[in-house]
């Protein structure tokens, strides 16, 4: 078996289910609300002064850290439900290296992740673009911009989708898995932050936002690397994890 | 041709032992049961084969490589494991179109397989839907996928219709003759009893006996006397198995009939009859499993040979 046959058949799992079609309608309904947003909302002053400018613009439509949320859902549901449903076990008898049984698995969830996450930043752009002629302000941000903010929504979506997905391998439990997600990404962070106030830089809601051009805490090149770290490390985890366990 | 092959395979789940020195080897060309009481082993023991499972000590392989090692082990081997290893949203179709890209089978199989199996009229529904008996359908549609020389199959008769039934042991008997090597758990001994050539039994993780099934039905001899007891106590205590059988005669296995014959007129009972006895796989399953515990303190049994409840070969 090679990696790319692997690969073929786990993106045809992904596909062959209603989890991606279902986070994608999610989507849609995501990018509706930010076009109310624009069309309806105004602030205290009655101004729309809260999309006067490119930088406003491209705050509210940075995409990044809610994509990382949302694809971290999906690689952990899609994952812990191949253990729950036992399909792991045709997997690893059609690849019994399961390093690279669990590699396609990953780069499938990671390939979906990012599609899921551009798709929904590209909703956004337009929903807003669409909204934006009923404010005094046209739609400001430079093509430059926009190609940021999808790039950073596609490299947070993957980053997410394997957080997710290397938490689901450690714990094979969907329940489980989203509940790690979830503190992986809501509760250790901040806390961390307050005992350590210099990890504040480097939690995902920083980082995504130094990604998208949003933030200024560290550099991008670092804000890139310590974001990647945040999908190696589970996903290291999960596959030590896979190796060590028989698949019962 | 593959042979699979136990040899000394020793599994651990905590303090527990679920296989325990486990050796024996299943030839190509013949069907192969594998019976147990539940709990036995069996599943384990195939896991260990297919690498889903590591042995703590042991090893199995399949025509002497390790499956992880086999170059193209879907096209090798087929298996059915887990009865319920679908994504119940997902269609039977796609299952087995998974299977075919992740091992780079030709799509064409699919459409054969799912007539094979009587599955085209619902291979478009999912799976959530289906029986046991259309699951069990879709399993062994998956095993052949590959057109596979080895089965491993645990269990592929639960839940299937009589004519399922016979399907698969036509479709099990052809892949025997034809130098496969399948290699089948049941629970339906009735129905191993009618397809299979030899068996493989185990209990508490122990090889309890193996041969040709023909054979092992042989092992055993009637025996009238006018002293039951005393005869019962004189073979058990050299060894030996004593049931009774359906017409009240006693049923010994552990000795041949000259050694039963030394034995009784040694201690002077008299013998009215002296007959080999073809036992039902059944009556030999219970009498190979009963549960006293004993095959777990004696020593391992050996490959080709068929050890009783107190580890003697026979």
Same mark, same amino acid.
Not at chain 1, 71 to 87: K, M, N, P, Q
Not at chain 1, 125 to 154: C, E, N, R, W
Not at chain 2, 88 to 112: K, M, Q, V, W
């Given at each position: 078996?090679?990696?790319?046959?692997?690969?073929?058949?786990?993106?045809?799992?992904?596909?062959?289910?209603?989890?991606?079609?279902?986070?994608?309608?999610?989507?849609?309904?995501?990018?509706?609300?930010?076009?109310?947003?624009?069309?309806?909302?105004?602030?205290?002053?009655?101004?729309?002064?809260?999309?006067?400018?490119?930088?406003?613009?491209?705050?509210?439509?940075?995409?990044?850290?809610?994509?990382?949320?949302?694809?971290?859902?999906?690689?952990?549901?899609?994952?812990?439900?191949?253990?729950?449903?036992?399909?792991?076990?045709?997997?690893?008898?059609?690849?019994?290296?399961?390093?690279?049984?669990?590699?396609?698995?990953?780069?499938?969830?990671?390939?979906?992740?990012?599609?899921?996450?551009?798709?929904?930043?590209?909703?956004?752009?337009?929903?807003?673009?669409?909204?934006?002629?009923?404010?005094?302000?046209?739609?400001?941000?430079?093509?430059?911009?926009?190609?940021?903010?999808?790039?950073?929504?596609?490299?947070?979506?993957?980053?997410?989708?394997?957080?997710?997905?290397?938490?689901?391998?450690?714990?094979?439990?969907?329940?489980?898995?989203?509940?790690?997600?979830?503190?992986?990404?809501?509760?250790?962070?901040?806390?961390?932050?307050?005992?350590?106030?210099?990890?504040?830089?480097?939690?995902?809601?920083?980082?995504?936002?130094?990604?998208?051009?949003?933030?200024?805490?560290?550099?991008?090149?670092?804000?890139?690397?310590?974001?990647?770290?945040?999908?190696?490390?589970?996903?290291?985890?999960?596959?030590?994890?896979?190796?060590?366990?028989?698949?019962? | 041709?593959?042979?699979?092959?136990?040899?000394?395979?020793?599994?651990?789940?905590?303090?527990?032992?679920?296989?325990?020195?486990?050796?024996?080897?299943?030839?190509?060309?013949?069907?192969?049961?594998?019976?147990?009481?539940?709990?036995?082993?069996?599943?384990?023991?195939?896991?260990?084969?297919?690498?889903?499972?590591?042995?703590?000590?042991?090893?199995?392989?399949?025509?002497?490589?390790?499956?992880?090692?086999?170059?193209?082990?879907?096209?090798?081997?087929?298996?059915?494991? +887990?009865?319920?290893?679908?994504?119940?949203? =997902?269609?039977?179709?796609?299952?087995?179109?998974?299977?075919?890209?992740?091992?780079?089978?030709?799509?064409?199989?699919?459409?054969?397989?799912?007539?094979?199996?009587?599955?085209?009229?619902?291979?478009?529904?999912?799976?959530?839907?289906?029986?046991?008996?259309?699951?069990?359908?879709?399993?062994?549609?998956?095993?052949?996928?590959?057109?596979?020389?080895?089965?491993?199959?645990?269990?592929?008769?639960?839940?299937?219709?009589?004519?399922?039934?016979?399907?698969? =042991?036509?479709?099990?008997?052809?892949?025997?003759?034809?130098?496969?090597?399948?290699?089948?758990?049941?629970?339906?001994?009735?129905?191993?009893?009618?397809?299979?050539?030899?068996?493989?039994?185990?209990?508490?993780?122990?090889?309890?006996?193996?041969?040709?099934?023909?054979?092992?039905?042989?092992?055993?001899?009637?025996?009238?006397?006018?002293?039951?007891?005393?005869?019962?106590?004189?073979?058990?205590?050299?060894?030996?198995?004593?049931?009774?059988?359906?017409?009240? +005669?006693?049923?010994? =296995?552990?000795?041949?009939?000259? +050694?039963?014959?030394?034995?009784?007129?040694?201690?002077?009972?008299?013998?009215?009859?002296?007959?080999?006895?073809?036992?039902?796989?059944?009556?030999?399953?219970?009498?190979?499993?009963?549960?006293?515990?004993?095959?777990?303190?004696?020593?391992?049994?050996?490959?080709?040979?068929?050890?009783?409840?107190?580890?003697?070969?026979?």
């Amino acid at each position: 078996m090679t990696m790319p046959m692997l690969l073929r058949g786990e993106i045809r799992k992904i596909t062959t289910t209603k989890l991606p079609w279902t986070f994608l309608a999610v989507l849609v309904v995501i990018a509706a609300l930010n076009a109310a947003i624009v069309a309806f909302g105004t602030e205290a002053d009655g101004s729309k002064a809260f999309v006067a400018t490119a930088a406003d613009q491209q705050s509210l439509m940075a995409f990044a850290f809610n994509a990382m949320m949302g694809t971290s859902l999906f690689g952990a549901i899609a994952v812990a439900r191949e253990y729950g449903h036992d399909t792991v076990v045709p997997m690893f008898l059609t690849s019994p290296n399961r390093t690279r049984a669990v590699l396609a698995q990953l780069a499938a969830i990671l390939l979906a992740g990012a599609a899921l996450a551009a798709a929904g930043q590209a909703l956004i752009i337009a929903a807003v673009a669409t909204a934006l002629p009923q404010t005094p302000y046209g739609f400001l941000m430079s093509p430059g911009d926009v190609v940021q903010l999808l790039a950073s929504a596609t490299l947070a979506g993957a980053v997410g989708a394997v957080l997710g997905a290397g938490l689901a391998a450690v714990i094979r439990n969907v329940g489980g898995a989203v509940t790690a997600a979830l503190l992986a990404l809501f509760v250790i962070p901040p806390l961390a932050a307050q005992l350590i106030s210099s990890a504040g830089s480097w939690i995902p809601t920083t980082l995504s936002g130094v990604i998208a051009g949003v933030g200024t805490d560290v550099s991008l090149w670092a804000a890139l690397m310590a974001f990647v770290a945040w999908a190696v490390i589970p996903a290291a985890a999960g596959l030590i994890a896979v190796h060590r366990r028989d698949v019962t | 041709m593959y042979a699979l092959e136990f040899e000394n395979v020793t599994k651990r789940y905590g303090h527990e032992v679920v296989l325990d020195d486990l050796t024996f080897i299943v030839r190509p060309g013949v069907v192969t049961g594998f019976l147990g009481p539940n709990g036995a082993g069996k599943s384990t023991a195939m896991k260990i084969l297919l690498d889903l499972a590591k042995a703590e000590r042991g090893h199995a392989t399949i025509g002497g490589t390790r499956y992880r090692e086999m170059p193209d082990p879907a096209g090798a081997v087929g298996v059915v494991l +887990e009865p319920n290893a679908f994504h119940p949203g =997902r269609s039977g179709r796609n299952h087995l179109r998974i299977l075919a890209d992740g091992a780079g089978i030709d799509p064409g199989r699919i459409t054969e397989l799912l007539e094979a199996v009587e599955l085209t009229q619902a291979a478009d529904r999912h799976v959530g839907g289906y029986s046991l008996g259309m699951r069990q359908r879709l399993g062994l549609a998956a095993a052949l996928l590959g057109d596979p020389p080895v089965l491993v199959l645990d269990e592929p008769g639960n839940g299937l219709d009589p004519q399922g039934i016979h399907w698969l =042991r036509d479709l099990l008997r052809e892949r025997a003759a034809a130098g496969g090597t399948v290699f089948v758990s049941s629970h339906l001994l009735a129905e191993v009893e009618h397809l299979a050539d030899e068996i493989v039994v185990i209990n508490h993780g122990r090889l309890v006996t193996t041969g040709a099934l023909s054979t092992l039905q042989k092992i055993g001899t009637a025996v009238r006397t006018d002293a039951p007891d005393r005869l019962t106590q004189l073979v058990s205590a050299a060894g030996g198995t004593v049931d009774t059988g359906v017409e009240g +005669e006693l049923v010994v =296995r552990g000795f041949g009939m000259a +050694e039963i014959g030394d034995l009784a007129c040694a201690a002077g009972i008299a013998l009215h009859e002296l007959a080999p006895q073809a036992g039902s796989l059944e009556e030999l399953f219970i009498a190979w499993t009963h549960d006293d515990n004993s095959t777990a303190e004696d020593g391992p049994a050996e490959v080709g040979a068929r050890t009783d409840k107190q580890g003697a070969l026979l």
